[in-house]
């Protein structure tokens, strides 16, 4: 006799996702009687979500009851890495690291600790949290340039601060510019509002990108370029722009600085030069400049592959400048967007505790984590070693560059490591105190999302697991340890810092924010277009950016000084090879493209997300592949001065001849000989202000041994 068993009642509740994202969707959960979630959707009454989400995080529910989910603290027993533990309580772990700090300090004073910490949560209070002890304590100080530095300052170069115009306004475009962004794989409301566009109104979707990815696939105009040469067609489309009459001479004589030095300069940069160097055909750029030009209401979406390489800076302000030229700024519907982080006005002093802050205290790059850990004097700023360390929200022996030195300096036996994790990262594995972390569910948080225009809050829906503790919890109770628990900031609750941030800074409440769930901080459409002038101080946009005056976003501190090659930038957009050039003995440029089922080396840990992936390969054109000997599923050796590791091939005619494509982040130990793509990747500085070029690397390709 069949039994039906009694179905349990479900809530729902609300919250927002809270990955390294531009997206930050809100989100319905199912919350179960027994205390679970269940399903998770994206919430259908916020105007930028729209019901639609990513489909990793629509299965979290796998992620947060995965049977190796960290669970109790843990201390090192053996070698690092061996991977032995011993069980231990959590008093015994926050002593440990207490002691080994107040060691660390006595020996090598106060820089000797570096709280390393980056975006494995968005939510302010449980990522930014370290700040405080960090500046309470007058450790080394974090620049956090890993992410978004060359795409921010050459936005900013333009126009003058970090926003544009509401990008739900997609839907409302005729033409609709996906540039430096696989849209489908990492900012799926992106293509909510593109495909929007299209149905309603007929609008065109073109798609600028380095190979033929998930949204190339979307695309009614698709132009696949050589790396690094965005710039080149945004001056050949402003170029066509000029020569053909598409340029809004009246906008510019009011709202630009020189138009008239632009066009001379880009009387040289025609279809012909572009396309020797982006490798797309004269027939291509022409179209796309015919297109754009000829359509007003054309919205130029800018994403993050800009960041990713070392002209990124100068790529960014071109495609910017090409909107400009244009006057799509004037319509609804048109104008350029990156990101919208300079609406939101969060006062995060308390938080951070940036008035405990001594601006003498070396500044440390994140991306140089490598050369930090292994003694480069550079990186060090000519200052002490680091020999401690404490890390939140981040994996870098997985996700930073030059990953030998990574590895090299975490091995190191005078360095001690605490890793307060989910999970046991690659990262913890070389830890020597790891704590099992609370995820977005199980604490409350507040997060602001950059790709669109709300601030959403992230209450706690279900309680965690007894042995886990919140980044929060961590930071307090060291800072107890430490002897700076009293000073403002300290011993607050998640709601207390909430609110206290969202009053300083003339927003509503908290309780506000769980009776509505977000607030819309969009500005008008006037100021969101820059119809009342720009941000620069003479209300212009600046086609002559000035790259070392201008502020921006996360320009590096006085100490740490400009980054970069500063001196190769261009006084206007335009093509600039501080890219790794292919050379003879470096024929292929490879860039280590995004997977759909990963989000950096979060949710490579989930069962389905590793299934839909299936093993780390590198994409190659058939041509290429012909001439090197090699088919379908062969193991290739890859390399560069950095290094060189063993990974299989895909041959497919998505890459043009001379790229490679490597799509990620998988974890090091997933690679054939358990050194991931990274080993591959420089940390070297970009001009301006810093950053990482991941889709930046020259290297040769050979067929290996099985």
């Avoid at 205290?361 to 401690?388: F, K, N, Y």
């Avoid at 976003?553 to 090659?565: C, D, F, H, V, W």
Wanted: hydrophobic fraction near 40%; glycine fraction near 10%; aromatic fraction near 8%.
């Amino acid at each position: 006799m069949n039994i039906l068993k009694p179905i349990r009642k479900s809530t729902t509740g609300h919250t927002a996702c809270p990955h390294d994202c531009p997206s930050t969707c809100a989100l319905e959960v199912d919350l179960t009687e027994d205390g679970r979630i269940g399903r998770v959707r994206g919430a259908g009454d916020n105007s930028y979500t729209a019901g639609v989400i990513c489909a990793k995080v629509a299965r979290y529910a796998e992620r947060l009851y995965h049977p190796d989910r960290l669970l109790r603290p843990l201390r090192r027993k053996g070698e690092k890495g061996a991977g032995s533990w011993q069980e231990i309580s959590w008093e015994s772990a926050l002593d440990e690291i207490a002691e080994r700090f107040v060691q660390a300090q006595a020996t090598h004073g106060s820089e000797a600790i570096w709280p390393y910490f980056y975006a494995g949560t968005m939510g302010l209070v449980q990522r930014d949290s370290i700040e405080r002890l960090r500046h309470a304590k007058r450790y080394s100080g974090f620049f956090g340039s890993i992410c978004t530095n060359p795409a921010w300052t050459g936005y900013v170069m333009g126009t003058g601060t970090l926003r544009g115009p509401d990008p739900r306004e997609m839907a409302l475009s005729d033409c609709v510019v996906i540039w430096g962004t696989n849209a489908v794989a990492t900012q799926v409301n992106v293509m909510t509002h593109a495909v929007k566009a299209r149905k309603e109104r007929g609008a065109k979707i073109v798609v600028i990108d380095i190979y033929d990815n998930p949204t190339m696939k979307q695309a009614d105009m698709a132009l696949i370029l050589r790396p690094g040469t965005d710039a080149a067609l945004a001056c050949a489309a402003m170029h066509i722009a000029f020569r053909d009459g598409y340029a809004d001479r009246a906008y510019m004589a009011k709202y630009a600085d020189d138009p008239a030095g632009l066009e001379a300069h880009l009387k040289s940069r025609t279809p012909e030069w572009a396309s020797a160097i982006t490798g797309l055909a004269v027939d291509e750029i022409e179209a796309f400049a015919r297109l754009v030009g000829t359509t007003k209401k054309s919205f130029f979406r800018l994403g993050y592959g800009f960041t990713r390489s070392r002209n990124g800076a100068v790529a960014m302000h071109s495609a910017l400048s090409l909107a400009t030229v244009l006057g799509s700024w004037q319509y609804e519907g048109g104008g350029a967007f990156h990101s919208n982080s300079a609406i939101f006005k969060l006062n995060k002093a308390e938080l951070e505790g940036t008035a405990l802050a001594d601006p003498a205290i070396r500044m440390l790059d994140q991306s140089q984590i490598g050369r930090v850990l292994t003694g480069d004097a550079e990186a060090l700023r000519h200052g002490g070693p680091v020999t401690a360390m404490l890390i939140q929200n981040t994996n870098p022996v997985n996700v930073a560059p030059e990953q030998r030195l990574v590895k090299q300096g975490f091995l190191r036996d005078d360095l001690f490591v605490a890793v307060h994790e989910q999970f046991m990262t690659e990262t913890a594995e070389l830890a020597d105190i790891v704590l099992p972390a609370t995820m977005f569910v199980e604490h409350d948080d507040i997060y602001r999302g950059g790709g669109q225009s709300h601030i959403l809050i992230g209450p706690k829906l279900v309680e965690p697991p007894e042995t886990v503790r919140t980044n929060l919890f961590v930071i307090d109770e060291l800072a107890k340890r430490l002897g700076v628990g009293d000073l403002p900031g300290f011993g607050l609750r998640e709601r207390q810092h909430i609110d206290r941030m969202l009053s300083t800074s003339g927003k509503p409440d908290f309780d506000f924010f769980l009776k509505e769930k977000w607030l819309d901080c969009q500005p008008s459409f006037e100021e969101a277009h820059y119809l009342d002038g720009f941000a620069h101080p003479d209300g212009r946009f600046h086609f002559r950016p000035d790259w070392l005056a201008t502020p921006a976003p996360n320009k590096p501190p006085a100490n740490l000084g400009s980054l970069g090659p500063v001196e190769r930038l261009p006084e206007f957009p335009d093509q600039v090879d501080v890219i790794e050039v292919a050379d003879a003995a470096h024929p292929f440029r490879l860039a280590t493209s995004p997977a759909r089922n990963f989000l950096n080396s979060s949710f490579a840990e989930t069962r389905t997300s590793r299934e839909k992936e299936g093993r780390p390969e590198v994409m190659i054109c058939p041509a290429d592949a012909a001439t090197h000997g090699i088919a379908q599923g062969d193991i290739v050796r890859i390399g560069n001065a950095r290094g060189a590791l063993r990974i299989h091939a895909r041959i497919t005619e998505a890459v043009k001849p001379g790229v490679l494509v490597a799509e990620g982040l998988w974890p090091n130990k997933a690679h054939l000989d358990g050194e991931g793509i990274n080993v591959l990747t420089g940390a070297d500085p970009l001009a301006p202000h810093g950053g990482a070029a991941f889709h930046d690397n020259k290297v040769w390709l050979e067929r290996a041994g099985e």
